[in-house]
């Protein structure tokens, strides 16, 4: 709502500051005392804490002015604002608030960081010279941490990533990535991890990492979905961190220094959005899980308003991602910061593949015709009042117009007959993607009909149900239920390693969605609590069963063909409400209709909240368009206005669609499209009809003589803007009180069959710069010729593995891939050897160390534990004789130190793999 005089415009910068810089820096808490205006920066004794304010007199030549000295409370400077007048370009400022705090910064030693404003545009120059747009002035309190944290600023580059939270050897060196990035300077960065890799950890690490360089202090975790953010903090936050987490769901909190919130939450407010009560400084880090696409900030408003580094989680493959996360988070050419694939991953062995059946029926692909039902079924339509000679719908209205129990048989057979089951005959932990809730309780009730025996452990988990996420945790811990029918819950957010079978039963249109729920079984049998419940106590792959519905197959679409591109936001229904209103003021029209039109416009932007930093921004071409015809300014109204409205929320969304529909009238009226308004009547009294079944509200009794009116054919003929407007004044606000009708789901239990299936593998793509390698090492052509290799070479040869890709040594592939280094080495050469690697090479230091020897009972036994660790190792040297086990058993005793040189060195000559 605008708090200026109508037509105001401030014509001097002394008016920019007391009418609109003054009131900002007061809101986020500045006290007076702590302001000094006109400071003199050639005279004061900044270090002395003297301050020599303007008099009037200024030593032509000589003396400066700094417009706002912000102080601590010691009265050390923080921070120096250059203004400009209302009208002006704020950075014309810029050289002159660079001299002043040169001047303030020969004094004390201290780096000055500088505001530039006009009161609409702030922008702000930190302590090592970075430039950014900011969304209004810091608080006194986040100067002075962000002061603390610039002095003791270690380099980000050099600090030690922190084991106890990641171990994996790509996690380390994608935060070691992220913190050479950010050590260059730059505030944002966009990570990509397939789901299971471990993007929590990998926040965690980098937040631990950035708060151990004194780069960050207050950190937010922001997600748009709930099981997010309480995985967040439990696995999070509270896992790696000592301080206390502050849940901005419980309440606004401005005390403690880890965050996590709900974009929902921090979108909201009764007087006010909850991040605006904020000082945009506050937050030094912000990490967004896929809450920079929120529906609930489509504009991206958190992160204009907040002064961070701004880090993206993401687990869309690269492929999928669209270019305005790219672009939002500074990654150009396609590319994000830091990418963890999920083949990267599943060559690392840290996820596993996936076998994928996608299956075709009758009924899901093609649908139900009427005329082709036998005469059982058709009584069943007519039941239903359905004319069965005319009933025809297709695949895609499943659960949206019919459900038929004879396709959900069918999709539970096809599951049961090929799932993954544990060693009891039970099915492996599954999850179904249902339609609905209400399809998921269908489903439930046709398994207990075909499988009574299952009924407990097949159950629904969807939002609706009370106390849904105790059933979540049992699905999570306990073996039963083994099925989950889920709706959105299971989605994402939920770690649950034993799941083996996912089974869509619906489209998903979103590449983001599809990954995430996919991202459900992809976790490898390391990350499994509960082996019992695997097929053979093992999980190597998991399987995916793709019903396709109306012809839709969510693994072509997202796997196999180009996807489906993400959709922008949709525009509020306020946005375009005014973007129509502008819209007309463009087309010829009478004075009184102009005047109508102008009349609603001006009320959308006197409603504004101007104290808001993203309307304040428009401050100048809000007064400008004030003291103008708005015809004159259609384009800057559609252009710059119409996104404010984003802050509108409206009283009510149908409220609002009503509005919305009933405003076409104008246009049609303008162009005189007879069949479009009769639609919109259609329209309209369909709304008024069912408004008028509450007569029992006084609201409605009120205004039934209204209501009446709008639904005659008088009111109808020869429409005018003034009927229009009645229908938006006095009609509209009723809508609140409108109830869709229910229209019940047909029942249709026609038979269906499968009439098509393919099988997909997922094909891991293989790393083009280990398959270069792979093709031309020497020592690789001896393993494919069956030469084999010694142990140095095997250690020259993971040297080189290593520099090509850190993590890949001996050590890390057994401990993190549960796998022989040797048969890892088989697999990515193609070898299909299937001998043991450690039983060939206990096999040959038999044969080159033991036999040809004589040996005591002693002497023997060591060797079968040096046997032993050289076959898990791949390699032993001198000095390991010297460290446990091996030093356990006093090898010095048993042998003389030139009989234990030549075991190793026949060791190092013994042939393997």
């Not at 960065?189 to 299971?196: E, I, K």
């Amino acid at each position: 709502m605008s708090t200026y005089p109508e037509n105001f415009q401030p014509k001097t910068e002394y008016q920019t500051r007391k009418e609109l810089i003054d009131p900002v820096l007061k809101k986020v808490g500045w006290m007076d005392r702590y302001i000094k205006e006109e400071v003199n920066s050639v005279k004061s004794d900044f270090k002395n804490k003297d301050f020599i304010l303007f008099k009037g007199n200024p030593e032509h030549n000589v003396d400066r002015f700094i417009d706002y000295l912000l102080l601590d409370e010691d009265n050390t400077p923080l921070a120096v604002i250059e203004a400009k007048r209302f009208t002006k370009n704020p950075e014309n400022g810029r050289i002159q608030a660079r001299t002043y705090s040169k001047d303030i910064e020969g004094q004390i030693g201290l780096n000055v960081p500088i505001f530039l404003t006009n009161s609409a545009i702030w922008r702000f120059i930190d302590e090592d010279g970075i430039e950014r747009k900011v969304s209004g002035p810091f608080s006194q309190e986040d100067l002075k941490r962000r002061r603390e944290l610039h002095k003791k600023w270690r380099d980000p580059a050099a600090v030690k990533v922190n084991p106890r939270i990641v171990d994996r050897p790509r996690s380390i060196k994608i935060v070691k990535e992220l913190a050479e990035h950010f050590s260059h300077g730059h505030r944002t960065a966009l990570v990509q991890m397939a789901t299971g890799t471990g993007k929590t950890r990998v926040a965690m690490a980098v937040i631990d990492l950035l708060i151990n360089a004194n780069v960050v202090r207050n950190v937010l975790f922001v997600a748009d979905r709930i099981a997010l953010v309480d995985q967040t903090k439990t696995a999070g936050f509270e896992q790696f961190f000592t301080e206390p987490v502050a849940d901005l769901r419980d309440g606004y909190k401005s005390t403690a220094r880890l965050y996590v919130s709900t974009v929902q939450t921090l979108m909201g407010g009764k007087m006010a959005k909850m991040y605006e009560r904020f000082s945009p400084g506050f937050f030094d880090l912000i990490v967004f899980d896929e809450a920079h696409r929120s529906i609930y900030d489509k504009n991206n408003l958190i992160q204009q308003y907040f002064d961070a580094i701004m880090i993206g989680l993401t687990a869309t493959p690269r492929e999928r991602e669209s270019q305005s996360t790219y672009e939002l988070f500074g990654c150009g050419e396609g590319k994000p910061t830091v990418e963890y694939s999920y083949d990267e991953a599943i060559r690392d062995g840290v996820l596993v593949p996936y076998h994928a059946e996608i299956i075709d029926t009758k009924v899901l692909s093609l649908g139900i015709y009427g005329l082709e039902l036998d005469k059982r079924l058709k009584d069943q339509l007519r039941r239903q009042e359905e004319d069965p000679e005319t009933f025809e719908v297709t695949g895609s209205d499943f659960d949206r117009i019919f459900m038929d129990d004879k396709t959900n048989e069918l999709v539970i057979r096809e599951f049961m007959d090929g799932c993954y089951k544990s060693d009891e005959g039970k099915p492996a932990k599954s999850i179904f993607f249902c339609a609905s809730q209400r399809h998921a309780r269908q489903v439930k009730k046709v398994f207990g009909e075909l499988f009574p025996k299952l009924s407990g452990d097949v159950q629904v988990i969807t939002s609706d149900m009370y106390r849904a996420e105790d059933e979540v945790k049992r699905f999570k811990t306990g073996s039963e239920p083994r099925i989950a029918l889920s709706v959105g819950m299971l989605d994402t957010g939920v770690d649950i390693p034993e799941v083996c079978n996912l089974v869509f039963i619906k489209p998903v249109f979103s590449n983001v969605r599809f990954w995430q729920m996919l991202g459900r079984g992809t976790r490898n049998f390391k990350s499994c609590k509960h082996p019992e419940w695997l097929p053979n106590r093992d999980k190597k792959d998991f399987l995916i069963f793709d019903f396709t519905v109306g012809g839709y197959s969510n693994i072509r679409i997202h796997t196999q063909s180009n996807g489906v591109t993400e959709k922008d936001p949709k525009k509020s229904v306020m946005v375009q409400i005014f973007e129509n209103r502008a819209e007309l003021l463009s087309k010829s029209l009478t004075e009184s209709q102009k005047e109508l039109i102008s009349c609603k416009v001006m009320e959308n932007i006197d409603a504004l909240d101007e104290a808001s930093f993203i309307v304040r921004e428009k401050l100048p071409v809000i007064q400008e368009i004030r003291s103008s015809n708005l015809e004159d300014y259609v384009e800057e109204l559609k252009g710059e206005i119409a996104p404010l409205m984003i802050l509108e929320p409206g009283a009510n969304s149908v409220v609002s669609s009503f509005i919305l529909k009933t405003e076409n009238l104008f246009g049609f009226i303008l162009e005189r499209k007879h069949e479009d308004i009769a639609r919109i009547r259609r329209y309209v009294s369909g709304m008024l009809r069912n408004i008028l079944t509450k007569n029992n509200l006084n609201a409605i009794k009120d205004n039934e003589d209204k209501i009446f009116r709008a639904m005659q054919n008088d009111f109808w003929e020869d429409l005018s803007f003034e009927d229009v407007e009645f229908l938006v004044r006095e009609l509209a606000p009723l809508m609140k009180y409108f109830e869709p009708e229910r229209k019940e789901i047909i029942q249709s239990d026609a038979p269906d069959y499968v009439m098509s299936r393919e099988q997909f593998v997922k094909e891991v793509e293989e790393d083009p710069k280990i398959r270069e390698f792979l093709n031309g090492n020497n020592t690789i052509w001896k393993i494919r010729e069956g030469q084999g290799i010694t142990s140095p070479e095997l250690l020259e040869l993971e040297r080189e593995l290593n520099n090509l890709k850190e993590g890949l040594t001996i050590d890390n592939v057994q401990k993190h891939q549960n796998k022989d280094f040797l048969i890892f080495l088989r697999e990515i050469i193609g070898l299909s050897r299937t001998e043991d690697p450690k039983e060939l090479i206990e096999k040959r230091f038999t044969q080159f160390i033991v036999e040809k020897s004589h040996y005591n009972s002693r002497q023997l036994e060591f060797l079968m534990l040096l046997k032993k660790i050289f076959a898990e190792r791949k390699h032993v040297e001198l000095r390991d004789m010297a460290e446990p086990p091996l030093s356990d058993e006093n090898p010095l005793e048993l042998f003389e130190i030139g009989e234990l040189e030549r075991i190793v060195d026949c060791c190092n000559r013994i042939r393997m793999c």
